[in-house]
């Protein structure tokens, strides 16, 4: 690919009263009756940004927090150039951190894709090879997956990558945190070079950056600022306490202060599951998520947090990761994360969509420190501090 310094958007954000339909796109009437039956008429800042340059060609990355619509940013260009109705070798490919994210990924493109009868699969670790083989050898317009199953399925020869045209990088930053980025490339170098390319991240720090020169040609930077006006809808209090009174606090916090469906984060799976037993213990509805549950048995839980079941959920960075429940109202930050992009990421699972949300983080005096680091680098929107 060539190397070449992305062409910066002109306008950072699009005013709500000017955002066009998603009618003026063009899409097709298979991608319009989709839209319609799922309530979508007006796009999210992000997805007005992104699917207009997307749909000329151009190589794409995008910058805006989780929760602001951008699966349909990536998904809807990709599916408007399908045009083959009989699957076969995949045209489009997406990575994505966790199996969570790229099963959720693929829900979201099979409600776009119902009637361009588009076949959507996801591949990913903790479930059978065999059975993903399989449904591979079937033919797919799309495959979703991890980077080390796709690379998996690559070596076996399940997976025939000489034909992807559309390629999409989901949460980019979070992909490199995870350790990924030996095998992002990996995968990025195995592709066709006449391909377009999506890199979608919350954050751009330098090893981004270094990807999309790497990989990409010509990008458009498309981003969505976090300022005041766009972070309005999370209202974040910040409580100091003691720590021998943490418990109490949180416990104090959900019954004052949250509504609906609430994500504590912790940082350790110990600790999940030491708050998750204390909350049982005091008949709270809660379920714990973290990596040393099988995957079963995460899929499971995280079917009855999405379906309502469940009101609280207990999770560590790492297993929240790909969490994308568009009624969680509460976010609860157990301890303070030392890195204002994990806070970042956290307080995004709520607000989503121009919803309301809450985010609330417990804090000692010894981290007193770290505020002003969050409010420089993570724009934080504190509205409230209590003691």
């Not at 699917?51 to 809807?76: L, M, N, S, V, Y």
């Not at 699957?87 to 489009?92: A, D, F, H, L, V």
């Not at 829900?107 to 776009?112: I, Q």
């Not at 994360?337 to 607000?351: A, F, L, S, W």
Request: charged content about 30%; glycine content about 6%.
């Amino acid at each position: 690919m060539v190397d070449q310094t992305p062409d910066e958007t002109a306008s950072d954000a699009v005013a709500s009263d000017a955002l066009p339909f998603f009618a003026e796109f063009n899409l097709g009437w298979e991608l319009d009756k989709a839209l319609q039956n799922m309530g979508y008429r007006t796009p999210t800042p992000i997805q007005a940004l992104a699917i207009p340059h997307a749909i000329e060609g151009r190589d794409i990355i995008g910058q805006a927090r989780t929760g602001t619509g951008k699966t349909a940013a990536f998904a809807i260009p990709m599916l408007k150039k399908l045009t083959n109705r009989i699957p076969g070798y995949p045209k489009g490919l997406i990575l994505a951190p966790t199996r969570e994210l790229a099963s959720q990924i693929k829900d979201e493109m099979r409600k776009l894709a119902v009637f361009k009868k588009a076949r959507i699969v996801d591949v990913v670790g903790g479930r059978s090879i065999d059975r993903q083989i399989r449904v591979l050898r079937k033919g797919a317009h799309v495959v979703v997956g991890t980077p080390g199953r796709i690379l998996d399925m690559y070596d076996r020869g399940a997976l025939i990558l000489d034909f992807v045209e559309t390629c999409v990088l989901d949460e980019a930053d979070e992909m490199l945190n995870m350790g990924f980025q030996e095998d992002v490339e990996d995968i990025l170098r195995l592709l066709p070079e006449e391909r377009q390319t999506f890199l979608f991240s919350a954050t751009m720090e330098e090893r981004i950056m270094g990807i999309a020169f790497n990989h990409m040609v010509d990008p458009k930077i498309v981003r969505i600022k976090e300022t005041a006006t766009n972070l309005s809808n999370i209202v974040e209090h910040f409580h100091l306490i003691h720590p021998a009174e943490r418990m109490k606090t949180l416990m104090d916090v959900l019954d004052r202060e949250s509504e609906g469906q609430s994500l504590i984060f912790c940082r350790t799976k110990r600790e999940v599951d030491s708050v998750a037993e204390s909350l049982v213990r005091n008949s709270y509805n809660v379920e714990a998520i973290h990596g040393d549950f099988r995957q079963a048995r995460r899929d499971k839980v995280m079917k009855k947090f999405k379906e309502g079941h469940t009101d609280i959920l207990v999770a560590t960075d790492v297993a929240a990761r790909g969490i994308h429940v568009d009624n969680i109202t509460t976010v609860i930050n157990f301890r303070l994360p030392e890195d204002p992009t994990t806070y970042v990421h956290r307080i995004g699972r709520t607000g989503r969509i121009g919803k309301n949300g809450v985010a609330i983080t417990l804090y000692t005096i010894d981290q007193k420190y770290l505020l002003k680091d969050f409010r420089d680098r993570a724009k934080a929107h504190i509205e409230q501090m209590t003691g």
